[in-house]
């Protein structure tokens, strides 16, 4: 092979990897893999960091778990102090807490399945509809609340409770149905979907976990944004609930992927396995829980 074929070949093999690197640079395929189906709206997926995947079944009324590919029951309400529960999220100390919008609470769950009430509300009054948790890495959390859905009814409110005081603090307010949230590794604000108005809002965060300079950071085509996570590169995530469709959005704001999903109600997503490149999916079309493997691994908050 002389010089000049060497390098016809060296530029096409280049371009043929830059070419396939531009098909998924985010999924190793595009094919999704069922792990669990039967459900009644799944929600709020939560990895606990070793092999176990658990998610509320909201309509059901039941929180279940995946582990080893196969699905099982984790608590029943009728068995425990619980009713309808969307969100969750893992402390530091392994116990789930859930944002139980039946009981306008947040309720905090051992791993034997016992459940106390850790908030009741919010200056004497239940809260409205508790929706998605995130935690902090100081172990403090963040929850949306909204009540009303309309591009209009701005009565949603997203809260901040400080885990070493018991204290919690109304963050934000006037929010058109705020749901999923999340942090960013890259520039550390929070993320926030506000569903009603089909657009992600993001907030900077001072040292007291106080919210300020609130920004609409992208609009979306079609449905309603739901749950958020990132990437360790700082790439956002999206279940867009309403248009079959799993966005992937870069630190200044593209679409790098509009990804189909396995329906049109993708509801929300949690990184998980060993790598933290298995992304699951809730889906409540389909009522399934999916996965999908990723060349990045999920943002490790600890």
Known sequence: MNSISALRYIIIAVFMMA???CQHPIFENDKWEKVGGGLNFPEGPVW??????????????WIGKISAGKIDTF???????????NGLAIDKNGDI????????????????GAVTTL??????????????????????????????????KLDGRLFYYESGTKTIKLAADSLAFPN???????????????????????????ANGELSNK????????????GLDFDSEGNLYVAHFGSGTLFVISPDGRIKEALNTSGKKSSNLEFGGQ?????????????????IRTNFPGYNRE
Request: charged share 25%.
């Open 19 to 21: 070419f396939s690197a």
């Open 48 to 61: 606990d960091g070793e092999k176990t995947l658990y998610f509320s079944n909201c309509s059901g009324g």
């Open 75 to 85: 608590l029943i309400a009728g068995e425990r102090t619980f009713r309808k529960t």
């Open 97 to 112: 807490l859930a944002c139980d919008f039946g009981l306008g609470a947040i309720l905090k769950i051992s791993a034997e």
């Open 119 to 152: 908030i009741a509300g919010f200056e004497g009054t239940a809260f409205n509809r508790p929706n998605d948790i995130r935690f902090t890495t100081a172990g403090n959390f963040y929850f949306t609340d909204p009540k009303s859905y309309g591009e209009n």
């Open 180 to 206: 999923g949230l999340a942090i960013s590794p890259v520039d550390k604000k929070l993320y926030v979907s506000e569903s009603a108005k089909n657009q992600i809002i993001r907030f900077d965060i001072d």
């Open 215 to 226: 920004q609409t950071f992208i609009k979306l085509p079609g449905g309603d944004p739901d």
């Open 275 to 291: 790598d933290l490149k298995t992304l699951f999916l809730t889906e409540d079309e389909t009522n399934a829980v999916y996965k």
